[in-house]
């Protein structure tokens, strides 16, 4: 299944044809939906988005393949068409960037973040905002503004923060790979 896919595995797949960024975009949607609901992975999802990243790194893959050149300076980015969510401590502009606080609410980022650009540049998919507690600061994630993150093996429990919906996405099998960081 492509959801127990790791990153490197999931960019070897979409290299080689085998799935397309708009499969693996699509049962990543549905999957946050259903279990990133479940385990408050997400303070907000970015379905146009992600799906107008996809539908170009098809056209990219496709491309490439059709060309016969695999690998050199034409080669696409290393991963490309790998859905990974941003931390909602980071902006990605167009999408709204909250922090984890209620101050925060409605805000939507104007420009992208450079750890952003760096996670565009390598040809991922940005399907979402991760949640996060309040500016990033307390041990666990119980924002104001979005779901609590909880760890999938016993939804009783906290996901630990401050990267606690990023660590709830990727153990639930939401997405292979998430933004994190830590101050």
Known sequence: AIHELSALELARVLRDGDVSAAEVNQETQGRIVTVGTQVGAFAHTAEDLAARQAAEADRTLV??????????PDAPPPFLGVPVPIKDLNQVAGIPFEAGSAVMRGTTAQVDDGVVTL???AGTIMVGKTTTPEFGFPPYTEPATAPAARTPWCLSRTAGGSSGGAGAAVAAGVVPVAHGSDG
């Open 119 to 121: 996670l565009r540049n």
């Open 63 to 72: 491309a490439w393949r059709a060309d016969g050149s695999p690998g050199g």
